[in-house]
Each structure stands twice: as structure tokens, then as C-alpha cells.
């Protein structure tokens, strides 16, 4: 795969940074966290349990789309919870590969309730994620199932992004 361009998204906890992070050093291109783009607005907001709305999340979703353009490879982690997120990340490069990190509440909970000095803040925020998400189908972004260690969960997206080559 030469200069991939792949976005790891999923709900908050679905670990998203960790195996994004792991993702980038195997493929050779950088790593970048969606969480570092935010506005400090919707940092506040999301560290008093307000959910963010899709206005909060217009000017951002247009700087990681510019991300995305500027790069010659990356990965990016990235919630993308809805289809007009991801089309609007799309429009950094229309090749832009997903790989959707899902898992069921309880697991994700259960990750999150272990998480410190995160600003992601409470099982309301998690809630409202899950209501939030439009799930991609198959069609539109590699899926794996979170259920498993980190190192196979990487060795998976790994497998499944060559055979989309």
C-alpha cells in the first residue's frame, strides 16, 4: 500500500488512537488525532458532558478535511460518527479508506470507566455517541470487531487493508 490514507473511527473508546497510532508506524505515514483539532469551545463542552452538535463540529471537520488534503499518507483517528462526517473528510481525498473500530456499549463503557485525565466526560456522552452513530456498511469502511486484544485488532485492519488493495 503506498501513502494509504485512512481514517480509524468509531465511538469514543473504541480505541481509535491506540490502534490509529499502532496503524500509522506499520504503514510508514504520520498519525493524527482528531481530538487535537478541536476548538477549545468544544473541548469545554465535551469536559461539562454536553454533547456537540453538527454545527460544533463544522469548523473542524473542515481542518481535518484540509488535514487529509495536505498529506501525502496519514491516519487519522476520528469518531466520523455520521455518513455527512465521513463525506465531508471525503472531500480531502475521494479515496479516503475507513476502517470502523465497532463495539457493543458495554464493552466500550467498560474501557472507558478505566480511561484517566480524559476530557470525554461520562456514560451520557457515550450514550449520545451511540445514538449519534450512523454505522458504515461494508461498502463504505472496513469493519472489525473491537471484542479482541489491540494487537489483533491491528493485525486485522492490517489484513483487510491490503485485500482492499
Known amino acids: 500500500m503506498k501513502h494509504p490514507k485512512i481514517v480509524v473511527m468509531g465511538v469514543s473508546g473504541s480505541g ?9 508506524e506499520q504503514l510508514g505515514v ?5 481530538d487535537d483539532y478541536h ?7 465535551m469536559a461539562n458532558g454536553i454533547p456537540l452538535t453538527d454545527a460544533d463540529r463544522e469548523g473542524w471537520l473542515t481542518d481535518l ?9 496519514l491516519v487519522l483517528a476520528c469518531s466520523a460518527l455520521k455518513q455527512v462526517y465521513r463525506d465531508q473528510l471525503r472531500s480531502g481525498d475521494p479515496a479516503l479508506q475507513f476502517v470502523y473500530l465497532k463495539g457493543s456499549f458495554d464493552t466500550i463503557w467498560s474501557r472507558h470507566a478505566q480511561r484517566k485525565d480524559h476530557y470525554f466526560n461520562g456514560q451520557s456522552m457515550l450514550e449520545s455517541q451511540f445514538q449519534s452513530l450512523e454505522e458504515p456498511g461494508p461498502e463504505e ?10 494487537e489483533q485488532v491491528l493485525k486485522l485492519c492490517l489484513q483487510r487493508l491490503e485485500a482492499s488493495t
Not at 481509535?16 to 500509522?24: A, D, I, P
Not at 478535511?65 to 498529506?71: E, P, S, T, Y
Open 16 to 24: 481509535k488512537s491506540l490502534v490509529g497510532q499502532r496503524l500509522g
Open 30 to 34: 504520520p498519525f493524527f488525532d482528531a
Open 39 to 45: 476548538s477549545r469551545s468544544n473541548v469545554e463542552k
Open 141 to 150: 469502511a472496513i469493519i472489525v470487531d473491537i471484542a479482541q486484544t489491540p
Open 65 to 73: 478535511a484540509d488535514l487529509i488534503r495536505q498529506q501525502d499518507g
